[in-house]
Structure formats: C-alpha cells, structure tokens
C-alpha cells in the first residue's frame, strides 16, 4: 500500500480537501505513485496526514473523477492514470494558476503586446464601439518546457499597467487581482477546431491536428467586462472536466 508525503496549509483558502487531491495528483504525474500502485485505504491515510476521513473520501473522489485513480472491489484503490495530460475544471481560474496548483511549471512566450483596434466580435463582448481602443495579448504558454496552450485577450485599456517582461513572468488573473480588479464570473463557450500551419508549429503538432478552442468573456463583481479571451489548447495535451448534476 503507498503513502506519500503531504503538507497542508490550514490557513490556506484552497479546501483542504482540494490540496490533498493536488498533492497527489501531483505525485502521481511525478512518479511516485505509478500505474497500478495502490493506495493506502481511508482510514491510513487520514491518521497518517491528520485528516479528517470524509476530507480524504472527497479528494479520493476528486482523483477517481478526473480518472487518475479507480476503485476495484476487493483491490481498493489503485492508480490508472499518469499521462501528462492537463485536466482543467470548468471553474474561474486561469491556466497559469492551474498548472501552478498542479505543481507544473508554466513558462510564458509573449507573442504580441499593445493597443489595437476592437473588432466587432470584441466590441461586443467588451461592450465598446467597434474600432475602440483594447489592450490585446497574445502569449505562447508552455508546461514543464512543452507547448501546451495559444493564448489571445483583449482588455479595456485603462483596466491593467503591464509589461511584456511582467506578462512572462506571471499569469494574467495574477495581475488583475494584483489591481483589485475582482473577478466574478465568465460565460465560455468550447468548441475543436483543426491546427492550421501555424498554430501546428507554435504547438508543436501537426496541421490539421484537432485543437480546443475557448472563448471567455469575464466580468467583475459590478457586471462590467474586463476580459475577452480566445484560446486554443492541443487537445493531445489538454482537456475540461466538470460534473453534471440531475435537477
């Protein structure tokens, strides 16, 4: 049976439930617990980190959800899962704080910084005039060195005094939240697209190879849109999970 080493933070806002799963997810992409590994049952495991049993039954959920772990009658639960791949739940965060919570290194590429014209599908979603003014972003970002996701918003201008070199070094909910800006809620749409030459080049695949493609328009707490987000993420790499509830 595996144990592996896991440090809470009970002053974090993170549930502790949440922490727990990330730990271990983490350990399971690193290694340390393989394929076929099996973990310690409920009660080990919450004597042995200090946790409550139904705190260590909802991370243990949590891992079986995203399909890393499984539950077979009479072995327990074994691990299944360890590919690399980038599970992102549908909730308001950013794929940098993500893969920061996933313990990957996230490294950002800016490809395009300044103030351009808005588009009709930006004014839109921005509520400007078309032809306004909008910060536009295009980033390249990186997982532990490896293409992982194209990257393109555009902001009200005023809204952020950033950088380039900033940009690269954190993420951009970061530096909303580093402004006050306080974020609320997003409506997203996801939808695939194929790779054209270029997007197959920056990602590292094929042309023609199946993308996911985010649009996100975010609001603050007073309503306001702040940001527009467009993004395409190698399918390959990358994929959303969330959980359906019967009404």
Same mark, same amino acid.
């Given at each position: 049976?595996?144990?592996?080493?896991?440090?809470?933070?009970?002053?974090?806002?993170?549930?502790?439930?949440?922490?727990?799963?990330?730990?271990?997810?983490?350990?399971?992409?690193g290694?340390?617990?393989?394929?076929?590994?099996?973990?310690?049952?409920e009660?080990?495991?919450?004597?042995?980190?200090?946790?409550?049993?139904?705190?260590?039954?909802?991370?243990?959920?949590?891992?079986?959800?995203?399909?890393?772990?499984?539950?077979?009658?009479?072995?327990?639960?074994?691990?299944?899962?360890?590919?690399?791949?980038?599970r992102?739940?549908?909730?308001?965060?950013?794929l940098?704080?993500?893969?920061?919570?996933?313990h990957?290194?996230?490294?950002?590429?800016?490809?395009?910084?300044?103030?351009?014209? /808005? *588009? &009709? @599908?930006? %004014?839109?979603? $921005?509520?400007? =005039?078309q +032809?306004?003014?909008? #910060?536009?972003?295009? !980033?390249?970002?990186?997982?532990?060195?490896?293409?992982?996701?194209?990257?393109?918003?555009?902001?009200?201008?005023?809204?952020?005094?950033?950088?380039?070199?900033?940009?690269?070094?954190?993420?951009?909910?970061?530096?909303?939240?580093?402004?006050?800006?306080?974020?609320?809620?997003?409506?997203?749409?996801?939808?695939?697209?194929? /790779? *054209? &030459? @270029?997007? %197959?080049?920056? $990602?590292?695949? =094929?042309? +023609?190879?199946?993308? #996911?493609a985010?649009? !996100?328009?975010?609001?603050?707490?007073?309503?306001?849109?702040?940001e527009?987000?467009?993004?395409?993420?190698?399918?390959?790499?990358y994929?959303?999970?969330?959980?359906?509830?019967?009404?």
């Open positions: 049976m595996s144990t592996v080493q896991v440090q809470v933070d009970r002053n974090s806002r993170t549930p502790l439930h949440v922490q727990l799963a990330q730990q271990l997810e983490a350990a399971i992409q290694g340390e617990l393989p394929v076929g590994s099996r973990l310690s049952n009660v080990d495991l919450a004597e042995a980190y200090g946790l409550s049993r139904p705190t260590v039954r909802q991370a243990i959920a949590r891992l079986v959800d995203q399909g890393l772990l499984v539950r077979k009658r009479g072995v327990g639960t074994q691990v299944v899962g360890n590919s690399g791949q980038v992102r739940s549908l909730e308001l965060t950013s940098y704080d993500d893969l920061t919570a996933a990957r290194k996230p490294e950002t590429e800016v490809l395009r910084f300044g103030i351009s014209p /808005a *588009t &009709a @599908e930006v %004014a839109t979603a $921005l509520q400007c =005039e +032809g306004d003014r909008v #910060l536009r972003l295009e !980033r390249l970002r990186r997982a532990d060195g490896e293409p992982l996701a194209l990257l393109r918003n555009w902001l009200p201008p005023d809204l952020l005094e950033t950088d380039p070199a900033t940009l690269a070094e954190r993420g951009l909910y970061q530096l909303l939240r580093a402004e006050g800006v306080r974020l609320k809620v997003a409506h997203q749409t996801i939808s695939a697209i194929p /790779a *054209t &030459a @270029e997007q %197959a080049r920056l $990602l590292s695949e =094929e042309p +023609g190879s199946p993308l #996911l985010t649009t !996100r328009i975010t609001y603050d707490d007073h309503g306001q849109p702040v527009y987000g467009s993004h395409l993420y190698r399918a390959s790499r994929s959303f999970e969330h959980t359906l509830v019967h009404r």
